[in-house]
Antibody
């Protein structure tokens, strides 16, 4: 049974860093592209970024490029999102999602975690 | 501001048919890239995949849900509306100019 469980959210001051984790079970993260998607309170979904199944290709949304980094630990079957230089507008529920389909251009999310809330506040 | 434009809200009575549109451009929906649709029952809860690659339903999604694409627009049709269909719906595609994925702004469906 596929399961994704995010953790690591919390309240953080602007300019600080936070690392989110996404523990996967029921499948191996190294065999799928894995994405992060976020949703600010009361707003819509925003794509954050992806790490390809091979672990080498990574792409990010414009609003987080240069500040956020996606990585994974195959031994722990866990996906990470390192968030640096956090801003008020990064406040959101962060979801990890497993993708199917041709990498990036043809991908869709068939499994989602429940999300973890990150609040950037002074 | 999303470059995939959806109506903020639609509504329909039980049993009726509603259509949710998603308008893009030549760099996303207007290409060969597929369009996906997701249902989110409540904000802050995990979305659910309804339609992938324009018109394909994952196992377990009722055939009351269908998707289509034409030119730079896509649509999600829901027939035989049920109270449980009340949710937020999002379209999603790839954008070649951004080299990344896009979501529409979301549409809130109200079942009257």
């Amino acid at each position: 049974q596929v399961q994704l469980v995010e953790s690591g959210g919390g309240v953080v001051q602007p300019g600080r860093s936070l690392r989110l984790s996404c523990a996967a079970s029921g499948f191996t993260v190294s065999t799928h592209s894995m994405h992060w998607v976020r949703q600010p309170p009361g707003k819509g979904l925003e794509w954050v970024g992806v790490i390809a199944y091979n672990g080498h290709e990574k792409y990010y949304g414009d609003s987080v490029k240069g500040r956020f980094t996606i990585s994974r630990d195959n031994s722990n079957n866990t996906l990470y999102l390192q968030m640096n230089s956090l801003r008020f507008e990064d406040t959101a529920v962060y979801y990890c999602a497993r993708a199917l389909g041709p990498f990036l251009a043809g991908e869709y999310f068939n499994f989602w975690g429940r999300g973890t809330l990150v609040t950037v506040s002074s | 501001q999303s470059v995939l434009t959806q109506p903020p809200s639609v509504s329909g009575a039980p049993g009726q048919r509603v259509i949710i549109s998603c308008t893009g451009s030549s760099s996303n929906i207007g290409t060969d890239y597929g369009v996906q649709w997701y249902q989110q029952q409540f904000p802050g809860t995990a979305p659910k995949l309804l339609i992938y690659t324009n018109n394909n339903r994952p196992s377990g999604v009722p055939d009351r849900f269908s998707g289509s694409k034409s030119g730079t627009s896509a649509s999600l049709a829901i027939t035989g509306l049920q109270a449980e269909d009340e949710a937020d719906y999002y379209c999603q595609s790839y954008d070649s100019s951004l080299s990344g994925l896009l979501f529409g702004g979301g549409t809130k469906l109200t079942v009257l």
